[in-house]
């Protein structure tokens, strides 16, 4: 069991409001201003797009992109932070409308690639040796439009590609059912890792689980996990919520399924989470009624409920759980199990 945790998000999280139905509704937060955030919230770990580390990267070249981001790795150590990793953002660039590595322009393949071999140097540069691949637009509208078996192999050589570049950075795949395609081809961890076993280097490309991304495939994240953990692939952790099947909420941790977080907090000690430097990492948005200066409470209060969460785990009384258990008595646990969520005794 950890004693500490270490809690990241990144600084999409502290945003202005837009949604796809309506414009923003709160002023910009500067990128310098949001990072002195991070500390008082009891934060240390930065999560980082490769352009949040290096803004318009594709105008330099690739010493000037790790001249950039050898400056920012001084501004996180002022501040007393650490990079968690970066993800190649391949889902806003016009070249990716049909995907990065899948798409059928083999000169947007190329670009995909090697804006993620940059986003290697960029990770190489602040210090951390973690890459997330969130393959956001790694899918399909219409099935015909591409071909499932060589989207798995272009994938593959992908991930080749960067574990190549740099033998000694790991691979965390995102894996997120729809949304923004249709069909996406790495839906599921079960999905992400079975990629990972395709790839060069098998035990250096492991999973990112995000909460909402399971609820979305209609799976629990806490299984997700499980798995993850039985494959020692577990590498980082998007901790939210999710109201059901629909989009993509990002809403704050245990705030809509407080049993559910419960089951990921409880699966996460009870393996050593952490216990390898992973972060508790969050990937959350705050709620578009927020205003300006009340729109970061979703990242206090997802670390809060993780830690009361924590000591409603470790609080139980695991004698009468393994009791009830061999009892095969579920309806007690069950009860056991609300009142302790409830506070009761
Ligand atoms: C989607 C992803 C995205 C981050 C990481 O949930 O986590 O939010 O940008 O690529
Ligand atoms: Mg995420």
Redesign the pocket.
């Known amino acids: 069991m950890q004693s500490q945790y270490r809690f990241s998000f ?1 600084p ?1 999280n502290i945003h202005e409001g837009a949604d796809p139905f309506g414009p923003t509704v709160r002023g910009s937060m500067a990128f310098a201003q949001k990072l002195k955030l991070f500390k008082p919230m009891g934060y240390d770990g930065v ?1 980082f ?1 490769d352009d949040d580390a290096v803004p318009e990267m594709n105008d330099l070249d690739g010493a000037g992109i790790v001249k950039k981001a050898t400056e920012l790795k001084k501004l996180l150590e002022g501040e007393g932070l650490t990079a968690e990793f970066v ?1 190649p ?1 391949l889902w806003e660039d016009p070249r990716t409308i049909d995907g990065g590595y899948t798409s059928n322009d083999p000169a947007t393949r190329a670009y995909a690639i090697e804006r993620s071999l940059r986003a290697v140097d960029i990770a190489n540069a602040l210090g951390t040796k973690l890459i ?3 393959l ?1 637009r790694e899918g399909t509208y219409i099935r015909e439009s591409k071909d499932s078996k060589r989207a798995v192999d272009q994938l593959v050589e992908a991930v080749n590609r960067m574990l190549a570049h740099d033998p000694s950075i790991s691979i965390a795949i ?1 894996p ?1 059912p729809n949304e923004p395609v249709d069909q996406a081809y790495i839906p599921t961890v079960g999905h992400a890792i079975a990629l990972g076993h395709l790839c060069s280097d098998p035990a250096r490309v492991g999973v ?1 689980i ?1 909460s ?2 399971a609820i979305l495939a209609g799976l629990d994240p806490s299984d997700e996990m499980g798995f993850a953990l039985a494959h020692k692939k577990l590498f980082t952790v ?1 901790l939210n919520d999710q109201n059901g099947i629909k989009f ?1 909420e ?1 809403r704050s941790f245990g705030s809509i399924d407080l049993r559910r977080a419960f089951n990921q907090v409880r699966i996460l000690d009870k393996y050593g989470y952490g216990s390898n430097g992973e972060f508790v990492g969050l ?1 959350i948005k705050a709620m578009r009624t927020q205003k300006l200066e009340a729109s970061t409470k979703h990242l206090s209060n997802s670390r809060t409920i993780f830690l009361r969460l924590l000591d409603v785990v470790r609080g139980l009384d695991q004698k009468a759980v393994d009791g009830l258990i061999a009892e095969r008595d579920y309806e007690e646990l069950d009860l056991l199990i609300v009142k302790a969520l409830m506070g009761a005794r």
Do not use: M, P, S, T
């Open positions: 990144g999409w999560q797009h993800a953002r997330v691949l969130w956001a995102e997120k990112n995000e909402a991304h998007h993509d990002d990937d």
